[in-house]
């Protein structure tokens, strides 16, 4: 399984960005797919998650700010960010978890995968 995302870029605080991730590969099927972010001499956190058949998680410092949706059909995650700030800058990874292909219609073993990061740059 393989992450892709795309989307990250400089703007000025209280502006909006959008990332996007993909994921490929063979899979049988998708759990949880989410953003985290990594500032500098921090560690990575949780931004936000879309469980299937779960509503959303965000972290209390985005929510109200960024939402975040699935497109199960084209196993794509979309992270929407509006009224950014400094603070929100950082380095945002794609996650997802799942399981790959078992025998016949079941699930396989579990998978865990992140994806590149990209760079989210907020001036104030």
């Known amino acids: 399984v393989q992450l892709q995302a795309s989307g990250g870029g400089l703007v000025q605080a209280g502006g909006s960005l959008r990332l996007s991730c993909v994921a490929s590969g063979s899979f049988r099927r998708m759990n949880t797919m989410a953003w985290y972010r990594q500032a500098p001499g921090k560690q990575r956190e949780l931004v936000a998650r879309k469980t299937t058949f779960s509503d959303p998680v965000y972290a209390t410092s985005v929510k109200d700010r960024f939402s975040i949706s699935r497109d199960i059909s084209k196993n794509t995650v979309t992270l929407e960010m509006y009224s950014l700030r400094p603070d929100d800058t950082a380095v945002y990874y794609c996650?997802?978890?799942?399981?790959?292909?078992?025998?016949?219609?079941?699930?396989?073993?579990?998978?865990?995968?992140w994806g590149q990061g990209t760079l989210v740059t907020v001036s104030s």
């Open positions: 996650y997802a978890d799942g399981f790959l292909p078992g025998k016949g219609w079941s699930d396989g073993r579990a998978f865990e995968q």
